[in-house]
Nanobody, 124 residues
Framework: VQLVESGGGLVQAGGSLRLSCAAS????????IGWFRQAPGKEREGVSC????????YYSDSVKGRFTISSDNAKNTVYLQMNSLKPEDTGVYYC??????????????????WGQGTQVTVSS
């Protein structure tokens, strides 16, 4: 099982980034894929989640209306489009896979597999 994040970088406040999570080694269509982030000195925070089986999504209040999660099942890839970025969005972003789709998608313990993370830095 492998999850590989990409697309992180340095962006100014108000800018956009699109993160990708490429998955392999499991039946992608059965899983839910979540995005988490962790800022220095802070706990890991559940940001968004998508169920590949029914397309249902979850967003934390802190990103709702600014971030959009989507899934390309043909490519086994989940995307996180991040718009109107703020300095408080800075952190390492991780994707994770869960089966079955979690009833609490914001809990890291709901997930079985994790990627290595990609750094997102938003400057003010």
């Amino acid at each position: 099982v492998q999850l590989v994040e990409s697309g992180g970088g340095l962006v100014q406040a108000g800018g956009s980034l699109r993160l990708s999570c490429a998955a392999s080694g499991f039946t992608f269509d059965d899983y839910a894929i979540g995005w988490f982030r962790q800022a220095p000195g802070k706990e890991r925070e559940g940001v968004s989640c998508i169920s590949n089986s029914d397309g249902s999504t979850y967003y934390s209040d802190s990103v709702k209306g600014r971030f959009t999660i989507s899934s390309d099942n043909a490519k086994n890839t989940v995307y996180l489009q991040m718009n109107s970025l703020k300095p408080e969005d800075t952190g390492v972003y991780y994707c994770a896979a869960a089966l079955p789709p979690p009833s609490r998608p914001y809990y890291s313990s709901s997930y079985d597999y994790w990627g290595q993370g990609t750094q997102v830095t938003v400057s003010s």
